[in-house]
């Protein structure tokens, strides 16, 4: 299988937390003056790991779109970045902006959104016919487009899927000097549990450094099982 290498990059509180709660759009922590830099840094990294594009999930911008926030100042945007690709696998985001935007879908989405992907002139792929979408595939199909480094944003649910399926190759995480714990706030990684500490992801570390004056950023290999 030949795919791009996936670079997980976010920023998150140092227990893992990469919002304040359930359905809470993290830039709140941007606009309060909490996270010490780590949204921009953290955009600004991705040029750093030479991301050709940027994955994220409907669910983060679903979230971002009911608790929209605004910030003083614009984050910085990743200047290699070609294209921020969004998997929607149930066709459920009423794209009002299209320019960058490249979508990832199933193959048995509403014959509806296909044509609103179309009007909008929106790219597209499709992968899978299940209940969601076929990830190994359309990273297949993505890497047949010419992308060979992509980083993974999040949320928590799409970053929990890659985890599970062995489809992350590195872990880039700025660590903002906040601690939140929660029952249900999302995490880096939101997937099922698991029963076998065979089947844990184990890391090579890469390096640590401090960002700024109150960010850690560390950064790991995954070492993958052959």
């Known amino acids: 299988m030949k795919r791009p ?9 140092v227990d893992g937390r990469i919002t304040t709660g359930p359905n809470r759009n993290v830039a709140e922590w941007t606009e309060l003056g909490i996270d010490a830099g780590a949204n921009d840094v953290t955009h600004r990294l991705y040029d750093e790991l030479d991301c050709e594009a940027l994955i994220s999930g409907s669910e983060s911008l679903m979230v971002y779109g009911q608790h929209s926030i605004q910030l003083e100042h614009e984050i910085y945007w ?3 970045s070609k294209a921020y690709i969004v998997f929607d696998g149930r066709g459920r985001v009423d794209w009002g902006q299209s320019e960058g935007l490249m979508v990832v879908t199933r193959e048995n989405v509403s014959k509806s959104y296909i044509q609103q992907l179309e009007n909008k002139q929106i790219p597209y792929i499709q992968a899978g016919m299940d209940e969601h979408i076929d990830v190994k595939r359309a990273l297949e199909m993505l890497y047949e487009q010419g992308f060979q480094r992509i980083g993974l944003t999040g949320g928590g649910t799409i970053n929990g899927v890659f985890l599970r399926q062995g489809l992350i190759d590195e872990i880039s995480i700025v660590y903002a000097p906040v601690a939140l714990g929660g029952k249900q706030t999302p995490t880096i990684f939101d997937s099922d549990d698991i029963l076998d500490p065979k089947t844990i992801t184990q890391l090579e570390l890469i390096q640590v450094k401090p960002l700024l004056t109150q960010l850690v950023w ?6 993958h099982k052959i």
């Open 218 to 223: 560390v950064h790991y290999l995954v070492k």
């Open 78 to 80: 990743p200047k290699k």
């Open 5 to 13: 290498t996936i670079i997980l990059n976010m920023f998150a509180s």
